[in-house]
């Protein structure tokens, strides 16, 4: 009986440290699987991430890149005015944030309908260039293309981060043409009209005018202005831009008055009338009245080697 009692609590004693083994290991295990599973667990969520960002990055949201921009216009001067580039003011860095690019082209071909009838309405009954000359129509066709950077000072400060400063190259051509006549209320009791060229007074028979003078301007050189864009809803814009081409050489003019075979005649004041230009002399005599004229204007005008450029428009930037 004592030998019972003695293996009974013998095994009381021990089973609990057995136990309590047991229930360690367990508990071992039970860490152990769980900390494998928050690391595969966050090893899948890490591909994941970057399986998301590949797919994002090749296959970017937007169909445009942010900052192009597009713009139509109407110039003064030249017409119909277009331009395509670039200006992200959402940049970081100091300087992209400021920078601007655009490519601009124009011409007076798409209204030319409209800027015909201004000019007319300009002149209205004509305008005096002085000598008895009167310039009764005009006509105007101009086109050029320009590469352009722009610089924003303030970036994107509101208000004052649409003003720009403009520099770049120009290059196109713009040509005048002008119908002349003239009027000296001393002859007014002849039925042509007159015009005055390097002191000598002529008219063409039945009172048709057949004279014009001409300026062609080659404008190439490098263009500096200054503009800016207003924000006006959903990415809409309204734009101006004003500034000079400093080309290398002036306008150039020329002057057609035809001869005899157009029944032009001159005011002779030894026998104070109309006689015919109708001799070989006389026609010299033209010539020369008209190159003198002419180089006498381009004298003036060699002393302006700029072309003003003043434009403004609409345009969207993405």
Request: aromatic letters at 14%.
């Amino acid at each position: 009986m004592k030998k019972t009692c003695a293996f009974i609590l013998s095994a009381v004693l021990t089973m609990p440290a057995f136990a309590t083994t047991d229930t360690n290991t367990v508990a071992t295990e039970t860490v152990a699987q769980d900390t494998e599973t928050t690391l595969q667990d966050t090893v899948a969520q890490v591909e994941n991430d970057v399986s998301d960002a590949y797919v994002k990055n090749s296959n970017p949201d937007i169909k445009f890149p942010r900052g192009l921009q597009l713009g139509v216009g109407l110039s003064a001067t030249s017409g119909l005015e277009g331009f395509i580039g670039y200006n992200n003011k959402k940049f970081d860095s100091f300087w992209w944030k400021r920078l601007g690019i655009r490519f601009d082209f124009a011409s007076t071909k798409p209204v030319k309908s409209v800027i015909d009838s201004m000019v007319d309405k300009y002149m209205d009954d004509g305008i005096d260039i002085g000598d008895n000359l009167t310039i009764t129509d005009g006509k105007i066709e101009s086109h050029h293309m320009a590469a352009l950077v722009d610089f924003y000072p303030f970036g994107d400060t509101w208000l004052f981060g649409g003003w720009r400063l403009t520099g770049g190259y120009m290059f196109g051509k713009m040509d005048v043409d002008a119908m002349l006549t003239g009027s000296d209320d001393r002859l007014s009791q002849y039925a042509g009209k007159q015009f005055e060229i390097w002191g000598t007074k002529y008219q063409y028979t039945g009172g048709d005018v057949h004279g014009t003078a001409s300026a062609d301007w080659d404008i190439k050189g490098p263009y500096a202005g200054t503009g800016f864009d207003i924000g006006l809803f959903s990415g809409f814009k309204l734009f101006m831009d004003m500034g000079v081409v400093f080309t290398n050489k002036a306008a150039e003019l020329s002057m057609d008055v035809p001869g005899s075979g157009a029944g032009l005649e001159y005011w002779d004041t030894t026998t104070n009338s109309w006689e015919p230009v109708n001799t070989p002399a006389l026609e010299n005599t033209l010539n020369e009245n008209i190159e003198k004229t002419l180089a006498d204007a381009q004298k003036e005008l060699n002393k302006y080697k700029f072309f003003p450029i003043v434009k403004m428009g609409f345009m969207y930037r993405f």
